[in-house]
């Protein structure tokens, strides 16, 4: 079965890419996320849509930060949804507790050069 390396969702093997962000579907979710199964996972503060999640989730992933976006927009109509429906959901990044303070310090800093 498919999985999401962000959402580290299980999809239908049909399904190619996440329908919740937009990756590309992976086989089997690689060795990082199985070492962190047992890692408390905390949410950064909420984001004004997916597109901004992504955006930070890159440079997070950058600094070696493990993290996936957890979007608050279901994602029932599987396939239907594009990018751009997206835009004025509600987003969170979730990351390792013990790196929350560095990931929120590298997300404010993004986001105040987007004012
Ligand atoms: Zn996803």
């Known amino acids: ?23 590309e579907l992976i ?6 996320f199985e070492s962190l199964k047992n890692v408390k996972w905390v949410a950064l503060r909420p984001l004004p849509g997916v597109v901004y999640a992504k955006m930070i989730a890159e440079v997070l992933d950058q600094n070696e930060i493990p993290n996936y976006i957890h979007s608050l927009f279901g994602s029932g109509a599987m396939g239907v ?6 835009a004025g959901s509600e987003a969170k990044i979730m990351v390792p507790e013990t ?7 590298i997300m404010d800093d993004m986001m105040q050069e987007e004012e």
Do not use: H, W
């Not at 086989?27 to 990082?32: G, R, V």
């Not at 949804?81 to 997206?86: P, R, V």
């Not at 790196?99 to 310090?105: I, M």
């Open 81 to 86: 949804i594009t990018g751009a429906d997206f």
């Open 1 to 23: 079965m498919p999985f999401c390396p962000n959402c580290r969702y299980e999809y239908v093997a049909e399904v190619k890419s996440c329908p919740d962000c937009e990756a």
């Open 27 to 32: 086989d089997e979710l690689p060795d990082l």
């Open 99 to 105: 790196l929350k303070e560095k990931a929120q310090a």
